[in-house]
């Protein structure tokens, strides 16, 4: 999986207006609040990957 994930809207405001942090990898800064963040990959869940799909299947 790629770490190169970006954002798509600020998480704080919805702004779309995006750049990466002066803080290194991961962070991002907002034009439209001023905040600064981090996205940080935490790790695959539990469940996988089989999501709803499955439960259909069931009889
Ligand atoms: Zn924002």
């Known amino acids: 999986m790629s770490e190169r994930a970006a954002p798509f809207y600020c998480p704080y405001c919805g702004e779309e207006d995006l750049r990466p942090g002066e803080e290194g990898h991961?962070?991002?800064?907002?034009?439209g609040c001023n905040r600064a963040f981090r996205l940080k990959f935490l790790g695959l869940l539990a469940r996988g990957l089989d999501g709803?799909?499955?439960?259909?299947k069931r009889i």
């Not at 991961?26 to 034009?31: D, Q, V």
């Not at 709803?52 to 259909?56: N, R, S």
Request: with cysteine.
């Open 26 to 31: 991961g962070a991002w800064e907002c034009a």
């Open 52 to 56: 709803p799909d499955t439960e259909g």
